[in-house]
């Protein structure tokens, strides 16, 4: 879907460039995490993607096209979800809806969608009177107005309970189904685990890794296995190797003989490799 | 319906809903108080005089505070990511802009022409105020892009109206007769907006009207291609940058 290569770009009160040459592709149909600490570049890669920054070097291909090709139309395909809240507050949220749906050339079930993040019933309200997770549920139906095929979100979830949270997820995952293509940006790596199909994490300007989370994982973490066990009433732990485990007499020794508390792979979690790669602590 | 009279038609509805239209209702009622109270029966000048000030000021200001709502709630952002052009976006508020302007001239000359007596081509005039109108609201955007909040704005506006139009209006009520300083008064451009709206009211040399025109609607070129340049850049910084 996007091809980027050597992407530069410097904002111009700055000495430094932001976007150091990064090169990546998101294929169509997947679900592409761009992770990494503030000041990384991730909001900027994003903004030149949705046509926001526009004097930037190397090239950025849209379905084999140059994006600077690419006029107002573009954004007939984009949904654009961002994280701070987008809204006229003195108008109701159908209101609302409705001025930005008139701008599109073809638009989704706007009530069916509301039902779906539970704010239908508040439709007449004045979005004023509506709670911060209120505002980020109508931004995702905001971002959906347009029946995109590319989806951009900017922290989804951020400040919603874990009930709205999960329908926002499975709305997403539904839009991917679907065949829809997204290029997500949060700091929720439980978001990330469970949504995303491939990661890139960002520092200085750079990607630093790019994979699958599952590959990140196995790459980052130790093939080890941590089991607890009891024997004569005492709790002991003991550490295995996962190669040729199943040749490993202790280990199935202890398999065979003791009862078993727990049992775990040492994979690394996104957070571990979130804090190795990026070489800082998470705080975006 | 089109894209550019969906946006108009979203401009004129928020311009009522943050009750800028009632605002601008206000200060035309205040103007309406004046013409009542003046001991003039014939207020063929001071009607258009009246007008100048309401559409310098508040055209300045309320598209100012129009774009100010837009930045504090980012809906300007989302505007960026919408399959409209830059210049549908400032077009339709800038004209929205202008009917403010039309219906506090309307009102006056309404109550004028019931209650006292006005001898002004209307559509003339209307001609005339939408042309000023549209160069001060082009002028409140682009001091928008250099205020941080409103109340900067409202600063900006004061000195500006110092500036800028308090010269003309000393010159045109006779408080400043000095003839080098009525003379210089022509370089700012509210005197060649008092000259096209007084031009409906009173004879005045053809070739003032004509510079006065050409000035304008030079001016409105200039300020639209630096308002349209500079939109990206606005749009975009975050509140109090």
Redesign the interface.
Known sequence: MYQINKLVFRY?RNKEDTIKGISFEIKKGEIFGLLGPSGVGKSTTQ?IL?????DYKGQILYKGRDLKSY??????E?G?G?E????????TAE?NLN??M????STVDVDGLLKRVGLYEDRKKRVSQFSKGMKVRLNFV?AML?KPKVLFLDEPTNGLDPKNARIIKELIKEFKEEGGTVLLTTHLMNDVDELCDRVAFMADGRIVEISTPKDLKLKYGSRELDMEYREDERLKRATFSLDKLGDNEEFLNIIKNYEIITIHSKENTLDDIFIKVTGVTKDE | MNRFNVLLNGELIRLRRYNLFAASLFVSAIWVGIIHFLNVEDVTTIVPQLIFLDVTTMATLLVGVSFIYEKDESTIRTMLVAPISKNQYLLAKLIANIIPSILSLTIMYLYSKLIKTIEINYFLLLGAVALVSFFHSLMGILLTYFTKDFTNLIMVIMLLFIILILPVILVEFNIITNEIFAKGSYILPSKAALMVIMGTARIIDRWEIIFSLIYLIGSCLVLYYLVHRQFDLYALRERGE
């Not at chain 1, 949705?50 to 526009?54: E, M, Q, R």
């Not at chain 1, 701070?84 to 108008?91: A, D, E, G």
């Open positions: 111009p903004k949705i046509k926001l920054l526009k006029g107002p139309s573009y954004f007939e984009v654009v961002f701070m809240p987008v809204h006229f507050s003195k108008l209101e001025f930005f008139k701008l599109y050339s905001r347009n």
